[in-house]
């Protein structure tokens, strides 16, 4: 079964410090994978997605990610956080041949000091 | 384009009683997910739809969860007696290709 851990429950950073949230995955196969991006009381906001190709991608609001197979990770980095990025981050694994069917990680809640 | 509405935004009922949840998803999309996330947890799936059909509903408590996809648009989740425990918010997700998430429906079951 497919299955997603973010190991950080809460990270703390001040504004223009870079930022990095775990995200380690386990399937059996290459994965789809996925962060999203959640503020209080909206929904879910992708950030980016890995589907197969360059191991670094790009996403919306100067974040990045790297897929590393080897380590079953995803982690998701920005050079320099502003205050606006305090939010909870999902990661998520997709099905073979599809994007759908996502199974989420428990979140990471960010919270930016300024 | 307009996004995956939803309706309402927040309901707070007793235990035993019921509540349905309304979604639209983006137009052209046949795909259609209700998702559960419980406070601090991320969210999980509850069934989905392609077009009027189920594709998945694994996870769906069926003793008391029901969800349907008249015409397969326009979408509804009902509890039917809700628990303490059902207290979440019921994110819709419509796709085509890219999951897009509704703004959810909060429940609180007192």
């Known amino acids: 079964a497919q299955s997603v851990t973010q190991p950080d429950i809460h990270i703390t950073v001040s504004e223009g410090a870079s930022l990095e949230l775990r995200c380690n995955y386990s399937?059996?196969?290459?994965?789809?994978l996925f962060w999203y991006v959640q503020s209080p009381g909206q929904g879910l906001q992708l950030l980016l997605k890995?589907?197969?190709?360059?191991?670094l991608v790009q996403g919306i609001k100067g974040f990045e990610a790297e897929f590393k197979r080897s380590q079953s990770s995803f982690n998701l980095r920005k050079p320099s956080v502003h205050w606006s990025d305090a939010a909870e981050y999902f990661c998520a694994v997709g099905g073979t041949g599809t994007a759908s069917k996502l199974t989420f990680g428990t979140g990471t809640r960010l919270q930016v000091t300024l | 384009e307009a996004g995956v509405a939803q309706s309402p935004r927040y309901k707070i009922i007793e235990k035993r009683q019921s509540v349905a949840f309304w979604c639209n998803p983006i137009?052209?999309?046949?795909?259609l997910y209700w998702y559960q996330q419980i406070l601090g947890q991320g969210p999980k799936l509850l069934i989905q739809f392609q077009n009027n059909g189920v594709v998945d509903d694994s996870q769906l408590p069926k003793d008391r969860f029901s969800a349907e996809r008249l015409k397969g648009v326009d979408s509804t989740l009902k509890i039917q007696p809700a628990k303490l425990e059902d207290s979440a918010v019921y994110l819709c997700?419509?796709?085509?290709?890219?999951?897009?998430f509704g703004e959810g429906s909060r429940l609180t079951v007192l």
């Open positions: 137009s052209g999309h046949a795909t």
């Open positions: 997700a419509s796709s085509f290709g890219e999951l897009f």
């Open positions: 890995y589907f197969s190709g360059d191991t």
């Open positions: 399937y059996g196969a290459t994965p789809y």
